[in-house]
């Protein structure tokens, strides 16, 4: 038996546990599933239900037949990382994708780098980019919100508004117009979810409101989210004023795509994100400014899960640089 090295009392529990904090995200993330179903109907129930049930199954099959371990399907952190892999889906994309994602997410994303508290990419992200790369018409064709009573199949389709507005630049016209002539969702329907898109970018109002429940519970601290929304609304207005024609203003910036749920959601993740407040801020800035590249510039319309890979990958030197400082 390994010796334990016990610090000197008084010791503090906080009370916090994987089950409450993950459970606690879950409770989050219901005013966007119910805004999801509210707009989309039943696909958006289909979509979840059948993400999470192969998250499980696959994180339970590998860790009882494959690692040999005992099966921690029920801390929480299966099933969260079902849910964001639906909310990161279209609400008519084939249910046998939805399977692929979910084995990509749970196998490589988490389980090949050790399971919880290991891996070093967001599990839910890893297995969203390798379906939109691989399946990219699937992933990609939106339904329109046409209320509850939308069908799974069949539903009319539309492009998302950055996907719009990145068509339309390539084509000459200006951005401007586009969004004060109505080619392009309103304010107000980003705000309140009227918008194409996948199942948890349609309401920035429900997504805000898990922030702050968030936040209230002391689940997740201010400081990422807060600091991605900065950069994007400063970097993006930036351009905007240097070039209003060709580049989106940062309100609209910050309204669309995964911007919401990626920052508060996904950026937060405890395993995948610096430890530090100095390193939570240089890794929300990061995660600002690439995704406003990789809009702008880049040959998707939204980058928000490139960014916060991509920024992933710097944890390890974040924390390493900006260490705590040592009470003793």
């Not at 610096?274 to 800035?285: A, D, E, L, N, R």
Request: aromatic residues 10%.
């Amino acid at each position: 038996m390994k010796n334990r090295i016990i610090s000197p009392s008084p010791h503090v529990h906080s009370g916090d546990s994987i089950e409450k904090n993950m459970y606690g995200v879950l409770i989050a993330l219901v005013p966007a599933f119910i805004c999801s179903v509210l707009f989309f109907g039943l696909g958006a129930v289909v979509v979840t239900l059948t993400s999470v049930a192969a998250c499980l199954v696959f994180e339970y099959a590998i860790q009882k037949f494959l690692l040999r371990q005992c099966p921690t399907i029920f801390d929480g952190s299966a099933l969260i990382t079902g849910v964001l892999l639906a909310f990161n889906l279209p609400s008519n994309i084939p249910l046998w994708i939805i399977v692929i994602g979910a084995l990509v997410a749970i196998g490589i994303g988490k389980m090949s780098f050790g399971g919880l508290g290991c891996n070093i990419f967001n599990p839910a992200l890893v297995g969203r980019v390798f379906l939109l790369i691989s399946f990219p018409v699937q992933m990609t064709t939106w339904p329109v919100p046409a209320g509850i009573h939308t069908p799974l199949v069949d539903a009319a389709t539309g492009a998302t508004p950055l996907a719009l507005l990145k068509a339309a630049v390539h084509t000459g016209k200006p951005v401007s117009e586009l969004i004060s002539s109505g080619t392009v969702s309103g304010y107000r329907d980003l705000f309140l979810g009227n918008t194409g898109g996948s199942l948890g970018e349609v309401a920035a109002l429900a997504l805000l409101i898990g922030f702050v429940y968030l936040l209230f519970c002391k689940i997740i601290t201010w400081h990422i989210p807060v600091t991605i929304f900065a950069t994007v609304f400063l970097f993006s207005g930036i351009l905007h004023l240097a070039n209003p024609d060709l580049f989106i203003n940062p309100v609209f910036h910050l309204l669309t795509g995964g911007m919401m749920l990626g920052a508060i959601f996904m950026a937060t993740d405890y395993v995948t994100s610096p430890m530090s407040v100095k390193g939570m801020t240089v890794y929300g800035i990061g995660i600002g400014i690439l995704t406003v590249l990789i809009r702008q510039f880049g040959a998707y319309p939204e980058g928000m899960s490139f960014a916060i890979l991509i920024m992933n990958a710097f944890t390890p030197l974040l924390n390493r640089y900006f260490k705590p400082a040592r009470f003793a």
